[in-house]
């Protein structure tokens, strides 16, 4: 089987605007730009996978049924875009704030590797021709530790742009160029 690139996304921040803790799609605002660029990493052969920290499920602001029942509706309007995600992996734990079972250390927490180890192993993705992009520094730490070739952090704020190491983009299209060329 030939292994193919991903373009792994980080949810909150990256496809849609970081509310703290979204778990109800009225709460849902995509950011401009991620359609196209889904669609385009499609076009180029791209499987494309959410990866997010759900720390809210850990700390009891919301369900696994509701972190799934949102997934399932955004996942539906990817599809109706022409730009399906293939999977959602995501973590609730967290080692200090959750509760219950929640409350341990998880190698699938970003900056950890786990979550897109485990997809590679899944749908036997080429990791070095890979893309992640981020809007937190522990995603971009993820993706290194798990050997992804181009780690991008999105970011609009002007501090952030000017303290960041490494490729950097104000827009999701940006991506495009990165994924064209890595895709070679």
């Known amino acids: 089987m030939i292994s193919r690139p991903a ?3 980080d949810r ?8 703290v803790y979204v778990y109800k799609k009225e709460d849902v605002e995509f950011i401009d730009g991620i359609f196209d660029l889904c669609r385009h990493a499609k076009a180029l052969g791209y499987l494309i996978f959410i990866i997010t920290n759900q720390a809210g499920i850990g700390r009891g602001y919301y ?8 997934t399932h509706w955004m996942c539906s309007v990817f599809v109706n875009e022409n730009a399906a995600i293939d999977k959602v992996y995501f973590c609730p734990n967290h080692p200090k704030y959750a509760i219950g079972k929640y409350r341990t250390e998880s190698y699938f927490r970003k900056p950890a590797p786990g979550m897109i180890l485990l997809a590679a192993r899944e749908f036997n993705i080429n990791l070095r021709k890979s893309v992640l992009l981020g809007d937190k520094h522990s995603d971009l730490e993820a993706g290194l530790a798990a050997g992804v ?5 999105y970011c609009s704020n002007k501090h952030e742009l000017e303290s960041a190491s490494g490729p950097v983009v104000s827009h999701p299209r940006q991506v495009l160029a990165y994924l064209k060329h890595w895709n070679c």
Do not use: S
């Open 63 to 70: 369900t696994e049924q509701d972190f799934a029942d949102l």
């Open 7 to 9: 373009l792994f996304l």
């Open 149 to 153: 070739g181009n780690n991008i952090l």
């Open 12 to 19: 909150d921040g990256v496809i849609n605007i970081d509310r």
